[in-house]
């Protein structure tokens, strides 16, 4: 069993920045593929960012690419997500997410077994 928190989320501007974080439990953190879900009002649960379980390899939605960056610290068992140039349309719940099975970094919902239970991202105009 794998439990994940994640933390961070807030209010901000457009054009502002956050720095989400997510703390995983159990020692076998450094194994897992991570990734960032989110989930905006009245919309399907969608793909922000992944990482290898190394960390070398990191893969991002398009329209997130160039302003998100995901990151991980092994040592501590901590799976970041920066996020530079906000905008009102990241307005959403965002989760981070463990596959602990597949060698391959997913970029859907279906592998993930563990999630955590989201924190709040608002972006003002």
């Known amino acids: 069993q794998v439990q994940l928190a994640e933390s961070g989320g807030g209010l901000v501007q457009a054009g502002g920045s956050l720095r989400l974080s997510c703390a995983a439990s159990?020692?076998?953190?450094?194994?897992?593929?991570m990734a960032w879900f989110r989930q905006a009002p009245g919309k399907e649960r969608e793909f922000a960012a992944a990482?290898?379980?190394?960390?070398?390899?990191?893969y991002y939605a398009d329209d997130v690419k160039g302003r998100f960056t995901i990151s991980r610290d092994n040592a501590n068992n901590m799976l970041y997500l920066q996020m530079d140039s906000l905008k009102p349309e990241d307005t959403a719940v965002y989760y981070c997410?463990?596959?602990?099975?597949?060698?391959?970094?997913?970029?859907?919902?279906?592998?993930?077994?563990?999630w955590g239970q989201g924190t709040q991202v608002t972006v003002s105009s």
């Open positions: 997410a463990a596959d602990v099975h597949i060698l391959e970094v997913a970029t859907t919902a279906g592998p993930y077994e563990y």
């Open positions: 990482t290898s379980r190394s960390g070398r390899d990191t």
């Open positions: 159990g020692r076998m953190f450094p194994r897992y593929n």
